[in-house]
């Protein structure tokens, strides 16, 4: 069923800068890999960091691909649905990412191609343009906040799998994302008894029980951008990020392992 929480608002204009960026960010750093480093693992599966980077031209292209698509009459998935309407998808996008990383060995010549046509296709999309996508119609503005998630989280993954990577984030980007996710487990966990804090991007309140008005909330989770979006998409495990004092939670609410990840 679509979320019933109210939806953040965007900047188009912002959002359409950020994933630009980042991705620009992610073909500049996969420019510099060596063969033995595309070769490496990643923590997704057996999926190589050659496949990775091919699967992140695909999720920049989507847009680009229902661009060139006949435009719904009007989006019927909201922008909190994404985490909950990709994973009927995952064996499908994975299989297209494993076909298009065997079709593509010049990655470069892929990143560029990928990048010229979408800026080009953003110049010429108003902003209220609607998407034809997998999953349903979805309006450009929020499916291109779900693509600074895919850029964001799949930048992370890289910069795990391969020494010394480091690929930025750029800070709209970032903040985007976290805020998505962020929004997410509102929407997952409706109620106000609990107080997740991403500072500075993000605060929202969720878990249902006595809601908290005044002063400091009785039951509050803390964590920096990074951690909250590795917790929500399971890179890392919520006792593990406690272990590793990364997160900080107080009060009989504050305890979100049981609904973490978001997605993965």
Do not use: F
């Given at each position: 069923m679509p979320a019933k929480k109210r939806t953040r608002s965007y900047d188009p204009a912002k959002i359409r800068a950020a994933v630009l960026a980042q991705f620009g960010a992610v073909r500049r750093a996969v420019g510099t890999l060596t063969p033995d480093q595309l070769a490496l693992?990643?923590?997704?599966?057996?999926?190589?960091?050659?496949?990775?980077?091919?699967?992140?031209?695909?999720?920049?292209?989507?847009?680009?691909?229902?661009?060139?698509?006949p435009e719904p009459p009007k989006a019927d998935v909201a922008l909190l649905d994404y985490p909950s309407v990709t994973a009927p998808f995952a064996e499908a996008i994975a299989d297209g990412t494993r076909r298009l990383a065997d079709a593509e060995p010049?990655?470069?010549?892929?990143?560029?191609?990928?990048?010229?046509?979408?800026?080009?296709?953003?110049?010429?999309?108003?902003?209220?343009?609607?998407?034809?996508?997998?999953?349903?119609?979805?309006?450009?503005t929020d499916f291109l906040v779900t693509r600074t998630v895919e850029l964001v989280v799949h930048s992370d993954d890289l910069n795990a799998a391969v020494p010394g990577l480091d690929i930025p984030f750029e800070?709209?980007?970032?903040?985007?994302?976290?805020?998505?996710?962020?929004?997410?487990?509102?929407?997952?966990?409706?109620?106000?008894?609990?107080?997740?804090r991403?500072?500075?991007?993000?605060?929202?309140?969720?878990?249902?029980?006595?809601?908290?008005?005044?002063?400091?909330?009785?039951?509050?989770?803390?964590?920096?951008?990074?951690?909250?979006?590795?917790l929500a998409t399971g890179r890392v495990t919520w006792s593990d990020a406690r272990d590793a004092a990364q997160v900080s939670a107080s009060g009989e609410r504050a305890d979100l392992s049981g609904l973490l990840p978001l997605m993965s």
């Open positions: 693992p990643t923590r997704l599966g057996d999926w190589t960091v050659r496949d990775l980077a091919a699967h992140l031209t695909m999720t920049v292209a989507a847009v680009s691909r229902a661009l060139d698509r010049d990655l470069d010549a892929l990143y560029t191609r990928t990048e010229d046509e979408l800026t080009a296709r953003l110049a010429a999309a108003p902003a209220s343009r609607v998407l034809d996508m997998r999953a349903g119609a979805m309006a450009l800070k709209q980007a970032l903040a985007a994302c976290t805020r998505l996710l962020a929004d997410a487990l509102a929407a997952k966990a409706p109620g106000g008894a609990t107080e997740v991403v500072p500075p991007y993000a605060v929202v309140q969720c878990v249902e029980g006595p809601r908290h008005t005044r002063g400091t909330p009785p039951n509050v989770v803390e964590t920096d951008p990074l951690t909250w979006i590795r």
